[in-house]
Nanobody, 122 residues
Framework: QVHLVESGGGLVQAGGSLRLSCAAS????????MGWYRQAPGNQRELVAT???????NYADSVKGRFTISRDAAKNTVYLQMNSLKPEDTAVYYC????????????????WGQGTQVTVSS
């Protein structure tokens, strides 16, 4: 029903920057929130940043001051600008969207993208 496609990952040196994007498509009535999560080898998936349809933003403490989340509501797209990258930022970054897919029923479903690899070398 709903597909999320991430892009922008890659290999960068410490101190560098990357900009991730995630576009949602499919059967979408509205999107309540979108966000970014990451998972490093051996670790659980953790929240990086989220943004609601009203513009409320939340960041993990580890990325505050370095990462910026933004959105283009008209395009159902969320972005993550990552600056001053550190080796510990290395992970697969996943996009998540909380989506209302039906007009006649207020039910919000959670959808995940396939992930994009971010590797930061020292």
């Amino acid at each position: 029903q709903v597909h999320l496609v991430e892009s922008g990952g890659g290999l960068v040196q410490a101190g560098g920057s990357l900009r991730l994007s995630c576009a949602a498509s499919g059967i979408i009535f509205s999107i309540n929130a979108m966000g970014w999560y990451r998972q490093a080898p051996g670790n659980q998936r953790e929240l990086v940043a989220t943004i609601t349809s009203g513009g409320l933003i939340n960041y993990a403490d580890s990325v505050k001051g370095r990462f910026t989340i933004s959105r283009d509501a008209a395009k159902n797209t969320v972005y993550l600008q990552m600056n001053s990258l550190k080796p510990e930022d290395t992970a697969v970054y996943y996009c998540k969207a909380d989506v209302r897919t039906r007009i006649v029923r207020i039910v919000v479903d959670e959808f995940w993208g396939q992930g994009t690899q971010v590797t930061v070398s020292s």
